[in-house]
């Protein structure tokens, strides 16, 4: 703030206006106490909303749970797609901020906020890496030539092959 020529005190109702607050914690510890102060406590023994809980799913299990419910034809290469976005997520600060404070009913708050956002920006990705590729001659020879070398590495020389998976749609 300037200095004023004269010696009257600010009047800071009428000359300062909070805009910002900013909270930051400068200290992290633990109290001891000394025993014989207090009584142990114990928790609730029976709490809970009575609501079904479904059990948590591994990640690798998801396509399988989306084929069940809602009749689709998804597979393991689908499932690059959602590891693709838990990677991602995992890495937003806000996401693991909120993942380190809350409980998961709480987290699930947060995540399912920034969710829709993480899938957009994968599809835009993926559209562009498509266009790339089907634009880019030097890139698409690349990518051609080191997933040609990936596939053919994958599969058993020494099997008869029977397709069992259909071809991309």
Known sequence: MPKRKSSLGYQFDDEIQLAYYRLEKISEGSISLHEGYAKSLDGPKDVGTGRVREENVPLSRLIDLINERFGEDLN????????????????????????????????????????????????????????????????????????????????????????????PK
């Open 76 to 167: 393991e290469a689908d499932q690059l797609f959602f590891d693709q976005i838990a990677e991602v997520a995992a890495q937003v600060e806000a996401i693991a901020q909120a993942a380190q404070a809350n409980p998961l009913d709480k987290f699930q708050l947060v995540f399912g906020q920034v969710l829709e956002s993480l899938f957009i920006e994968r599809m835009e990705i993926n559209e562009d890496l498509f266009a790339r590729y089907m634009n880019d001659p030097e890139f698409k020879e690349l990518v051609s030539q080191w997933l040609g070398q990936q596939v053919y590495a994958r599969i058993p020389k020494n099997i008869s092959y029977r397709p069992q998976k259909k071809t």
